[in-house]
């Protein structure tokens, strides 16, 4: 009998779990979508204050589907501004229910946290001085920036340990800070998100003098972050993220905040494909 209780227990407790989200929607009304401030174009704060960006957009697609799933109710939307550093503790703790930003999915993070279906595909590399060094090996004995608690950091320190490089990798808290202090000439190099990077670089006064290397050092696939074992909230936001891929309206998705002039990947497009999950 004591097991039976105790089996019984763990089941209500399982379902509880992989309905969190969704019940604490439709309790309380809301939904609070985690975002940063500095990953443009995935994750920013605009000038009004409100948070913008792709994966923003995509969160917002995933909250009409909540909505649509808790039978029509109106859901108020709740932006909580999240750090590259406390941005899963804040999905762990409760504080976001799902991470709009650039999010690389690891197996390592799988542990702590589940992920959607694949929202970009994308790689790190180096932005240089236009007069400085060319080649990745010219990096020896110099500094190189990177944003402090992201994938790409130790994907860094493995690129250069792999190639016998010595430099020194210095650990910067956003990409604003590391762009500038690489046009500052502090460091020979900043390494970042291809894709984040060259929006960064577009949108920068120091364009003229910075340039992207053509070398791509890592593969990183992004998703949304969302609590763990919480199974019907992420089939919720995995058929929304479906629902645009289908459609084609993560084209525009994606055209309205990289620019009409820019074009996705092949390999993006493939993913897209991929997402296309019938009902």
């Known amino acids: 009998m004591r097991f039976a209780l105790l089996a019984v227990g763990l089941l209500a407790w399982s379902a509880a779990a992989d309905a969190a989200v969704l019940d604490r929607a439709?309790?309380?009304?809301?939904?609070?979508?985690g975002f940063r401030a500095d990953a443009q174009p995935f994750s920013l704060k605009k000038a009004d204050g409100e948070a913008g960006?792709?994966?923003?957009d995509?969160?917002?697609?995933?909250?009409?589907?909540?909505?649509?799933?808790?039978?029509?109710?109106?859901?108020?939307?709740?932006?909580?501004?999240?750090?590259?550093?406390?941005r899963f503790a804040?999905?762990?703790?409760?504080?976001?229910?799902?991470?709009?930003?650039?999010?690389?999915?690891?197996?390592?993070?799988?542990v702590q946290l589940?992920?959607?279906?694949?929202?970009?595909?994308?790689?790190?590399?180096?932005?240089?001085?236009?007069?400085?060094?060319?080649?990745?090996?010219?990096?020896?004995?110099?500094?190189v920036?990177?944003?402090?608690?992201?994938?790409?950091?130790?994907?860094?320190?493995?690129?250069?340990?792999?190639?016998?490089?010595?430099?020194e990798v210095v650990s910067v808290p956003d990409h604003t800070d590391g762009i500038q202090r690489l046009a500052a000439g502090e460091f020979a190099a900043y390494f970042g998100d291809a894709a984040i990077l060259l929006y960064q670089l577009l949108k920068s006064p120091f364009q003229d003098r910075l340039r992207v290397s053509d070398k791509i050092l890592s593969f990183e696939p992004y998703a949304?972050?969302?609590?763990?074992g919480d199974d019907a909230f992420r089939l919720v936001a995995?058929?929304?993220?479906?629902?645009?891929?289908?459609?084609?309206?993560?084209?525009?998705?994606?055209?309205?905040?990289?620019?009409?002039?820019?074009?996705?990947?092949?390999?993006?497009?493939?993913?897209?494909l991929l997402n296309s999950i019938p009902e």
């Open 26 to 33: 439709r309790d309380t009304g809301e939904l609070r979508l």
């Open 53 to 56: 960006g792709y994966s923003v």
């Open 58 to 86: 995509l969160c917002r697609a995933v909250a009409r589907e909540v909505a649509a799933e808790l039978g029509g109710k109106e859901l108020k939307i709740v932006e909580v501004e999240v750090s590259g550093t406390d």
């Open 90 to 110: 804040a999905v762990e703790d409760g504080r976001i229910d799902l991470l709009c930003e650039a999010t690389t999915v690891t197996l390592a993070r799988r």
């Open 114 to 143: 589940d992920f959607t279906l694949p929202t970009f595909a994308t790689g790190a590399t180096l932005l240089y001085p236009v007069d400085g060094p060319t080649k990745f090996d010219q990096l020896a004995g110099k500094k």
């Open 145 to 167: 920036g990177v944003l402090a608690g992201s994938t790409t950091e130790p994907a860094l320190r493995e690129a250069l340990e792999r190639a016998g490089i010595a430099a």
């Open 224 to 228: 949304l972050a969302l609590p763990k």
């Open 238 to 272: 995995d058929r929304a993220l479906a629902q645009l891929s289908r459609t084609g309206q993560i084209a525009e998705v994606f055209e309205s905040n990289f620019g009409s002039g820019a074009k996705p990947s092949d390999l993006v497009k493939a993913m897209w």
